[in-house]
């Protein structure tokens, strides 16, 4: 099975490139944000302090994460898709993500996806942790302005209030925690390619992560 790892930082367009990448190759995509976040919505529905990482641990067997084919997320069972987007679990989400608990358990089921699927699967640690021999590793980035403004775009369209100077501050406040947490932290793979898609729409993105699949896997993975 093939596996096309895209990392990089908060809201470098990670999610909507994979998404379309994953739709034209016909793979499966796999967002592991969403996966994070529903550990985090989960501990702060259950009033535990997202920083105490063992009792975060203990809820894991409580927590079933299933992400549908048509891009909903649901967490037990219950539609969790817009939950996960709120400001709480932004807010407390790189807390959780720097457990290593968590990432082992998160993890597991993760490299499960792959055993009978090509997948896409997005993240800040797919290359370098997860699937360190993936086909094909994308290194996703963007200018912090274009990215805090893509950001405060989908916000407002999915109705969360914020304002541009919030996300941004907070986009690098995530990506200094990502990267400076002592496991599996946020890093470029070495044989990763870096796209940086700051002046690039999401087809040119897109188009151009198909043609380092199909230069990598040297066959036509186009349609
Ligand atoms: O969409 P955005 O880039 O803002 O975030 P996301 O991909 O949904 O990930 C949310 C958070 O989960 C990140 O800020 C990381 O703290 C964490 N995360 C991680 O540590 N490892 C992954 N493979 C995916 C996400």
Known sequence: MVVVAIDGPSAAGKSTVAKGVAKRIGYVYVDTGAMYRCVTLFALENNVDCRKDEEVVKLLPNIQIELCVDGRVLLNGKDVTLDIR????????????????????????????????????????????????????IFQVADVKERAKRRYKENLLKGIECTLEFVEQDLQRRDYIDSHREFAPLTKADDAIEVDTSFMTIEESIEEIIRIIKNKLGDNKDE
Do not use: C, H, W
């Open 86 to 137: 709120k400001q709480e679990v932004v807010a407390n989400v790189s807390f959780v993500a720097a457990n290593k608990g968590v990432r082992l358990f998160l993890v597991d089921l993760q490299r499960k996806m792959a055993d009978d699927k090509s997948i896409v699967m997005d993240g800040r640690d797919i290359g370098t942790y997860v699937f360190p021999n993936a086909d094909v590793k």
